[in-house]
């Protein structure tokens, strides 16, 4: 099990900034590459970032390139996703989860966090 928490979401102005954290509990947070997912309302979940096990090369979708960072800290168990630029279409909720190794579909990750919510107001 590796339980997940994110942190950092709410309101913001259209080109303001946001920071997205996931804390991760257990021993195993380096052994899972980490992705950032997010679901509009009435939309399906789609991919937002990856990031490997060890860090390194990091993807993203199109419609974050250049705006969204994704990092970790394998010491303090966390993932962050940095938000800049924001549009009114990043309204969402944000979810962080876990896959034994890269993956860019949401059934190949094992955990999941809560979620949290992102609005950005035009």
């Known amino acids: 099990q590796v339980p997940l928490v994110e942190s950092g979401g709410g309101l913001v102005q259209a080109g303001g900034s946001l920071r997205l954290s996931c804390a991760a509990s257990?021993?195993?947070?380096?052994?899972?590459?980490m992705g950032w997912f997010r679901q509009a309302p009435g939309k399906e979940r789609e991919f937002v970032a990856i990031?490997?096990?060890?860090?390194?090369?990091?993807s993203y979708a199109d419609s974050v390139k250049g705006r969204f960072t994704i990092s970790r800290d394998n010491v303090k168990n966390t993932v962050y996703l940095q938000m800049d630029s924001l549009k009114p279409e990043d309204t969402a909720v944000y979810y962080c989860?876990?896959?034994?190794?890269?993956?860019?579909?949401?059934?190949?990750?094992?955990?999941w966090g809560q979620g949290t919510q992102v609005t950005v107001s035009s």
């Open positions: 257990g021993r195993t947070f380096s052994s899972y590459a």
């Open positions: 990031i490997p096990r060890s860090g390194g090369s990091t």
């Open positions: 989860a876990a896959a034994p190794r890269t993956a860019y579909y949401a059934p190949q990750y094992d955990y």
